[in-house]
Structures are given as C-alpha cells and as structure tokens.
C-alpha cells in the first residue's frame, strides 16, 4: 500500500475543499451575513492542514487498483466529514450527524434531507449546500487528476473508482487531459444553464444555486417547495438539462469533435430516452385528471420522470399522492438510473441492457446448446469480463439493498418508506415515498447511519467502499529475509 501516497491525495481533496469554501464566503459578503466568518475560518484551516500533508512528497506517484480504491474512499470521506462543519458552527445545522447526513447527501448528488424549512438557511450555507452538488457530480478526484502530476495508470485507478458506469475509458490517449475535456464539458453545460435560466427570470443567486443541483443530478433546492414555486418557463430549462446531464459525457465529446452519427448510435442514449418519453407519457395519461389539460399533466409526468431517472430529486408536483401505478413507475425508474458516464446515479441504463443481454444468451443457449452466445452492445462485443462484473455488481447491489432495508426497516416504519429511503438514498435520487417524501428528519440515528451508507456507496457504485472494510487492504506484507 502507498500510504504516502494517499497522504498526499487526501492533503491536496483538503486544500481543494477549502479553497471551494471561500465562494460561500463571497456570497456572505454580497449579503452581507456573519456566517461567512465561519466558511473562512473553516477553509483557512483546510488550506493550512492540506499544505502541511503536501510538504513532503510521495516517495512513489504510481499505485495500483488497491491503493486507487482506498484513496477515492477516503477522500470522499474527508469531504463529507469536514464539510459538514461549517453546517454545525454556524448553528444552522446543530447536530453534526444532522449536519453530516445533509453534507453527504451534497456531495454524493443524492438530494435527501434532513431540513424541514430550507428557507431559514442563510445564503452562504444555501450556496454551500447546492455547490456540494456541483462538485460532487463530476467528482473532485476528477478534477485534481487534471492538476496533480500523477502517472496514467494511477489516474485510470482512481478514475474507474470514481466515475459511474461498467466500464471507464479515455476520450483521448492521455488520462489527463480526458479529465480536463469532461470538466470542460461540465463548466460549459453549468454555464450555459445559469444564462438561460437568468433569461427566464430568476435571480443570479437562483440560477447558481439551481443549476448546480440540475448539473450534479443532486437536487437540492433552496425553497421548501422545490421548483413548483417557478414559472413554467424555468422547469422546462431544468428538465432539459436534467437529462442532458444524465446522458454520457461521451456522446458530447463526439458532437464536440464532429461526430454527430457516432454520438447518435449510442444504444444506451437511445434506450434512456425512449424510457423517459414512454414512462411520462403513461403517467400523463394515468394522472390527466388531477390537472387542467393534457400537456399540464404532460408537463409535470416528464418533470417527475427526468428527476427521477437522471437522480435528480427535483420536484413540481405532490407525485407522493399520485396513484399507486404512478408510483410504481417512479420506483422502478429510481433503480434504473441514469446512463454511464453522466452525472447521475442508479445502476446505469448501461448495465441493464448488459444484464437483459445476457439473460436473452441464456434462454437462446439452452434451446440451441452448440450455439455460441455473445453480448453486443453497438454492435461490439462486449468482453466476458465486462459482463461478470456486470453481474456480480448486481449482486452485490440486490444484496446491500435487502440488508439497508431491514435495518432501516427496525425503527418500525411502513414497508413502502423503509423501501424507498433505501431505494432513494442508495441510488442517489432524494426524495422516497409516504414517510421520507417530504425528508429524513425523523428518522433514527441508526436509519441515518445506514442511509449515509447507502449515499456513499451508491455514488461510488458499491466496491471502492466495501474495499475498505476487506482486511487484506489493510495488511502490511512481511519483508523477505534474503539468505546468506
């Protein structure tokens, strides 16, 4: 294990967190509010300890899957832990746990909360509560592999650990400038959607806050009544970009390189897309009577659809008093998630298609046992590998899924909340149903905890945080006696 190495990635996550505190900071002063003392007293202390862990460099800046794994984790952890703390001083969010579950819900674009009247919170917490969404989406280690000088397999190690879907590949030869062109990508997206929702009238401080929730898929808002309060104008922007950045980064590099046919053949892209339109068309039909007109209906069912699909959170309607088919839908829709490579969570449109793949292999294999099966996914073969892992992580998924839910299951809670607030938090969505529709307020803290859990290991899709708990990462190998 290179443990200096560690070191020195979670010292640079710190400086990178504190300096990320000081726009609370500035928002403070625009406002004119006492809490942005608390941001840079808080960011000081990250930037001097990140400093100090960063004064002696890693012998080796070269390790392998087990030590990429481990530093994503940890990191992530950090951030979580340290940026829950300005929630806790300032009194806003006064116990911590309170205070790290709505941090972790930030970072990991989850979107479930504690609060029961957001509206309270200053503008410096409301910032920093949406801008962990933002950095959260992409993911920070992203964006420190484009700045630190890290060799590529080691960046490949800690970016399969990190960014969603069954298989992570370069858009170009070098590691590192494939970072720098996604976090391009994703500085353009959030740019251009703060512009069109300044356009339809929101106020500046509006369409940051909002846009980084949309961007990272996260969700929060910063009115108790999510985005229903805003005009039609400003849902039909945050629909759009919820499931533009639910979509493959992908599929934008090559629309950036001039590759339109190539980024239309994407298989999953399709498939996501007719999921969306079909899912909120039948809702639309099944909930016409509760609005004025057809397209009103329309309108909310694609909202509600695109939030929940792309991991969102987001909401315009009550879909908690929709009918139970409805809701069916939209929990469904929750496990399916949003496409590989996105900013959104789930278990990815591009493992569902591989797994139905290859149940279609079996049936065809059992009636014509010579046959030899393969998947294909855009007419390339997809690697058994591929497809084992695939597998296994289903396993793995359905397994932590029935487990989180007895034990939230234990404070005595109905079946349909214990479900959906596992269902909500593990695959980063937000809201659940009956009793954490409107938030995780009441429940316990042993809910809390498991639910936590669930949000980090979700975002990081299940391994890099079970690595943690395996005994051989953390044994310390004997040194061979040589012989004389």
């Known amino acids: 294990m290179n443990y200096s190495m560690i070191r020195y990635i979670l010292s640079s996550v710190l400086q990178f967190e504190g300096a990320f505190m000081l726009l609370p900071v500035l928002v403070a002063l625009v406002y004119g509010e006492k809490q942005g003392f608390v941001y840079l007293l808080v960011a000081v202390c990250c930037l001097v300890l990140g400093g100090l862990g960063r004064i002696k460099k890693a012998k080796r800046d070269v390790f392998y899957s087990k030590e990429g794994f481990v530093a994503v984790s ?8 340290v940026g829950a703390v300005p929630f806790v001083v300032t009194g806003e969010i006064p116990f911590y746990l309170d205070a790290l579950f709505e941090t972790i819900s930030g970072f990991t674009t989850t979107g479930s909360s504690i609060l029961t009247d957001v509206e309270v919170l200053s503008h410096a917490t409301l910032f920093w509560r949406s801008f962990t969404h933002w950095i959260g989406g992409m993911g920070v280690l992203v964006f420190i592999m484009a700045v630190l000088p890290l060799s590529g397999s080691s960046s490949l190690h800690m970016m399969k650990a990190e960014s969603p879907g069954p298989v992570v590949g370069k858009l170009v030869p070098k590691l590192k400038n494939t970072a720098m062109i996604l976090y391009g990508i994703y500085v353009v997206i959030t740019v251009l959607e703060i512009i069109l929702l300044l356009i339809t009238g929101m106020t500046p401080f509006e369409a940051m806050t909002l846009t ?5 898929t996260g969700g929060f808002g910063i009115l108790n009544s999510s985005i229903a309060s805003y005009g039609l104008a400003s849902q039909i922007v945050i629909t759009v970009f919820m499931l533009i950045c639910s979509i493959n980064f992908s599929v934008y590099y090559l629309l950036l390189i001039r590759k339109p046919k190539e980024a239309l053949r994407n298989e999953e892209m399709r498939y996501y897309l007719a999921i969306v339109l079909v899912s909120a068309l039948v809702i639309a039909v099944n909930i016409y009577d509760k609005f004025a007109n ?22 315009t309607a009550n879909f908690n008093i ?13 496990f399916i998630g949003a496409c590989a490579g996105s900013t959104g969570g789930g278990f990815k449109i591009s493992r569902l298609i591989i797994v139905l793949k290859a149940v279609k292999n079996e049936i065809k294999s059992i009636t014509h046992p010579r046959s ?59 809201p659940g149903l ?20 669930d949000m980090l290991i979700g975002r990081l899709e299940i391994f890099p945080m079970l690595v943690l708990f395996s005994p051989e990462v953390w044994k310390i190998p004997l040194r061979k006696s040589r012989l004389n």
């Not at 929709?322 to 929750?334: A, E, K």
């Open 322 to 334: 929709w009918p139970g088919f409805c809701r069916t839908i939209l929990v469904l829709l929750m």
């Open 434 to 453: 009956d009793g954490v529709y409107a938030g995780f307020s009441d429940c316990s803290i042993l809910s809390k905890i498991v639910l936590m859990m």
């Open 372 to 430: 030899v099966q393969r998947v294909r996914v855009e007419s390339k073969q997809v690697h058994n590998d591929v497809v084992r892992k695939v597998l296994t992580y289903l396993g793995a998924y359905v397994i932590i899924l029935i487990v989180s839910v007895l034990l939230v299951s234990v404070e005595g809670r109905g079946f349909t909340t214990s479900f959906t607030a596992v269902m909500a938090t593990f695959n980063n969505i937000g």
């Open 212 to 216: 980084f929730g949309t961007v990272g």
């Open 294 to 315: 057809f397209f009103e209906a329309f309108h909310h069912a694609l909202f509600q659809v695109a939030s929940i699909i792309s991991t969102t959170g987001y909401s």
């Open 74 to 81: 940890l990191s992530w952890l950090l951030l979580s832990f």
